[in-house]
């Protein structure tokens, strides 16, 4: 009984000690000195299955700018895929969102992917690109969540997700370009002048 409640106390301070770590303010943006020429074609020969089960390769985002984020349906930020799908209504012709579902940080994506589509068309009206649950941290990383959070791949690098809704920005020629927290709102400032400008 007492190992039991060890365990349970250990795992709600590891929850609050990463919900607390996503809270920060995490906002990073490549450095000026970033060899624009370099990495380019990394992110180009990626790819990642659908919900629906169907191989997208990534070389069909060259020239568009991408939104990719970490997405649970039981999370204080699940919210968000409300303002997701109002920028993608708005700006779709501007920038690609791309949601990964993950159940890595306090379990809360523990549907099938099939639940999870139908969470989302039915209470947020989703229409942007969902993707097949992965994990985006950690040794089963998906190679997405690994060229995202990795320096000697994407080129500066190495925060992987540190809560859902993590959110990271890619230019339309393939580059890392920030890196923001999940507390970021998709309509904030900060997205709006990379999909604008």
């Known amino acids: 009984m007492k190992i ?5 106390i ?10 607390k770590n996503s809270m920060l303010n995490v906002h990073d943006i490549a450095p000026d000195n970033f ?10 020969n990626l790819s990642a299955k659908s919900i629906d089960g169907e191989i997208i390769n990534f070389s069909k985002y060259k020239g568009k700018k991408i939104l990719i984020v970490n997405v649970a349906s039981k999370c204080g930020y699940t919210p968000q895929y409300e303002d997701l799908q109002v920028l993608h209504k708005k700006y779709g012709d501007k920038v690609t969102i791309l ?3 993950s159940n890595n940080f306090g379990f809360q994506e523990p549907g099938s992917n099939d639940e999870i589509i139908e969470f989302c068309e039915s209470k947020y009206g989703v229409e942007f690109q969902l ?4 994990d985006v941290r950690g040794k089963n990383s998906h190679a997405v969540y690994k060229w995202l959070s990795s320096s000697e791949i994407n080129g500066w690098n190495d925060k ?6 993590f959110k990271y920005l ?3 020629n393939g ?3 920030g890196v923001y927290s999940s507390s970021t709102n998709p309509l904030d400032k900060e997205i709006l002048d990379f999909v604008l400008n």
């Open 175 to 177: 580059k890392l370009e």
């Open 10 to 19: 250990s795992f709600l301070v590891i929850g609050m000690y990463s919900f």
């Open 35 to 44: 060899d624009l020429n370099s990495y380019n074609d990394d992110f180009y």
């Open 170 to 172: 890619v230019s339309e």
């Open 99 to 101: 949601a990964f579902p």
């Open 160 to 165: 992987s997700p540190r809560w859902n809704f």
């Open 131 to 134: 993707f097949e649950k992965i």
């Open 4 to 8: 039991t409640i060890i365990i349970i």
